[in-house]
């Protein structure tokens, strides 16, 4: 049971019992624990898809924001942004991530991949890194919603960074949380990941500490003087 699913029948609950007819529409306890059982949408990998539909292309899309770029050794550049089809706002329920490559310096893009979430789930804030490896990784948040208070830090990655159309990982989630930024790997091989937890009144950024190369994290936090 995700904390997004008790908070909704939390609330349906709440809303029927401040209705006239309580005896008759109020959920039982059995309709609650149902409904506490529906997947947490958020949570679930988005779809990546390399052959995405009108519904995704360029003459469907309004705002479009936070783009990030990389540069491979070769000097192929990707770059990646999210869009919407909103022209108020790229903040959206709706939001996915668009990924393109271009092999002449920037003269010709071609989009690669678009990441799109579940139904109702926000993708957004994309980042490009190429590791020591020189793995190409595509970093992006989710959240139910604009903003659940939760998010997530997810990513795919590639080998192969130097090709038109190279062969991705499955997404995997990280951390809750936004990224803020790329890695920073220390003398000693261990990355550091910085994520924004933007409902935690800590006055701290918070760290993802990964001696494995994007294993299982522990928590850190940098004490600063502000």
Not at 205 to 221: C, G, I, Q, S, W
């Amino acid at each position: 049971m995700g904390k997004l699913s008790a908070l909704t029948c939390g609330m349906v609950c709440f809303a029927v019992l401040s209705g006239t007819a309580i005896a008759q529409t109020t959920q039982s306890s059995e309709e609650c624990r149902t409904n506490r059982e529906l997947p947490d949408l958020a949570l679930q990998p988005p779809r990546v898809m390399t052959n995405f539909g009108p519904g995704y292309a360029k003459s469907s899309r309004g705002a479009q924001g936070v783009p990030t770029i990389e540069r491979t050794a070769t000097g192929r550049l990707w770059a990646a942004w999210y869009a919407g089809k909103s022209k108020r706002g790229v903040e959206s329920s709706s939001s996915y991530v668009v990924l393109a490559t271009s092999g002449d310096d920037g003269k010709n893009w071609s989009e690669k991949l678009v990441v799109a979430a579940r139904k109702f789930v926000h993708t957004y804030d994309p980042c490009l890194w190429i590791d020591p490896q020189q793995r190409l990784w595509l970093f992006w948040a989710q959240s139910a919603g604009v903003q659940d208070g939760r998010m997530g830090v997810w990513a795919i990655m590639t080998e192969k960074a130097d090709t038109k159309s190279p062969t991705w990982s499955k997404p995997r989630r990280i951390a809750n949380g936004v990224m803020l930024n790329i890695p920073t790997v220390l003398k000693n091989g261990d990355w550091l990941l910085p994520v924004g937890l933007w409902r935690d009144n800590t006055n701290v950024p918070n760290v993802k500490f990964d001696a494995e190369e994007l294993a299982p994290y522990t928590v850190d936090m940098l004490i600063h003087d502000l």
